[in-house]
C-alpha cells in the first residue's frame, strides 16, 4: 500500500528525534492522527517558536529567549565560581542537583580535532576572557569522562592555569548507591586511584 | 532554574508523543536545539503538512490526501473482499501482512456505550451500504481482540449476517486482549489465514 506522501513524510520526520526508529515513528505519526490532532497542532507550534525565539546566551551559551539568561542575570548566584559543562543540556543536568550555587560556561561541543572541533569552534577564547574578570575564583571543569571531554578539561586546564586560575575536575568513582558488584572495572580502578581521607 | 518559555512548552508540547514522559520530552527537545535544529524544522513543517493535507477517505475512511485513497481505487484489489478494521493504524498493520488482497472499511472507532460511541459514530449505517454493494461477497471482521472490538465485531456480524451476506471473523490466533497494531505480521496473516464464520 502506498502511504499518503504527507504521512510517509510525517514518519520521516519524526525519526529525527533521539531513540525513535523506524516502527516508532510510524506509530507516532498514526496516534497523532487518530487520536491526537491537537496535540500534533501544539508540537508543531512549539517546535517553529523554539526555533525562532531560542537563541544562545551572549555570556555563557546556554539557551535563553533573552540577551543574557537568568541564571547569568541572577545577582543570587555565586560569580566566583564558574564550572564549564559541554551543553545546555548538561547545564540542566547540574542545576537539577540544587547543589551548585556558581554560574555557567557552556561550551557547545568538546575538543574533536578528527572532526575539525579545535579551540576556536568551542569559543575557549571567550571562555578565558570570561574567566579572567577578576571576579572568578575558581573554574570548575564538568566536561563528560569521554576521550573528548577529557581532553577538553585537560587543555582548558592548562590554558586557565597559566592564568593563575584555581581550576578543577569534578570527581570521578562510583554513583550514589552503587555496588561495586555492578560497576565497571575502569570506574572502581580509577575510584581506587583517587581515594581521598576518609 | 528558569528554563526559557518556548524551551518549556516545546517539552510539555512533546508530550503528546505516546510513550514519551517528562525526561524522554526533554531530553528530545535539547537534542533537537542542539543538534538538529534542522530536524526540528522539518517535523514542525510534516506535522503542519500532514495536518493539512491528510483526510478521510469517502469509500473506506483510511487516510488520504484525495477523495479516494488508492487502496479504493486500485483494479487490483479484490473488491468481494471487506475487511473491517478500527483504525487506519490497524488498516496499515493488515496491508504489512501481505496476505490480504481485498478491500477496506475503517470504523474510526469501536462500539463503546460508556463512552457515548454508538452506531451512528463509527459510521455504521454506511457500513451496511457500503457492503450491500452486491460486489462484496464476504466481510471479513478485524477489529481488536479487546471486550469492545470483540463486541463491535458480534454487533457488525449480526447486522450483516441478516442482510444475507457472508461474514467472518480474523481467527483468535492474537492474544486476548491484545491490539493489532503491537502484533507480529506472521501472527496477523495466520489469524486472516484462519478466519472462520462469525
Given at each position: 500500500?502506498?502511504?499518503p506522501a504527507a504521512l510517509d513524510e510525517l514518519i520521516q520526520?519524526?525519526?529525527?528525534?533521539?531513540?525513535?526508529?523506524?516502527?516508532?515513528?510510524?506509530?507516532?505519526?498514526?496516534?497523532?492522527?487518530?487520536r491526537d490532532q491537537q496535540g500534533a497542532g501544539r508540537l508543531a507550534r512549539g517546535l517553529t517558536d523554539a526555533l525562532e525565539r531560542i537563541r544562545h546566551c551572549a555570556r555563557c551559551n546556554t539557551f535563553t529567549e533573552s540577551e543574557v539568561c537568568s541564571l547569568c542575570a541572577s545577582p543570587r548566584r555565586d560569580a566566583s565560581l564558574?564550572?564549564?559543562?559541554e551543553s545546555p543540556g548538561d547545564l540542566l543536568m547540574m542545576e537539577q542537583t540544587q547543589s551548585y550555587a556558581g554560574l555557567y560556561f557552556v561550551l557547545l561541543g568538546r575538543l574533536s580535532p578528527l572532526d575539525g572541533v579545535g579551540p576556536r569552534e568551542i569559543h575557549l577564547d571567550r571562555l578565558v576572557r570570561r574567566a579572567c574578570d577578576d571576579v572568578v575564583?575558581?573554574?570548575i571543569l564538568?566536561?563528560?569522562?569521554?576521550?573528548?571531554?577529557?581532553?577538553?578539561?585537560?587543555?582548558?586546564?592548562e590554558l586557565l592555569s597559566a592564568k593563575g586560575l584555581k581550576v578543577t575536575r569534578?570527581?570521578?568513582?562510583?554513583?550514589?548507591?552503587?555496588?561495586?558488584?555492578?560497576?565497571d572495572s575502569g570506574t572502581l580502578a580509577q575510584a581506587v586511584l583517587e581515594r581521598r581521607p576518609a
Open positions: 500500500m502506498e502511504k520526520a519524526l525519526r529525527c528525534l533521539p531513540g525513535v526508529g523506524p516502527k516508532s515513528a510510524q506509530r507516532m505519526a498514526y496516534h497523532l492522527l487518530q564558574l564550572c564549564v559543562v575564583k575558581e573554574v564538568a566536561t563528560n569522562f569521554t576521550v573528548e571531554g577529557e581532553a577538553t578539561a585537560h587543555y582548558i586546564g569534578i570527581a570521578r568513582g562510583l554513583p550514589v548507591g552503587g555496588e561495586l558488584e555492578h560497576v
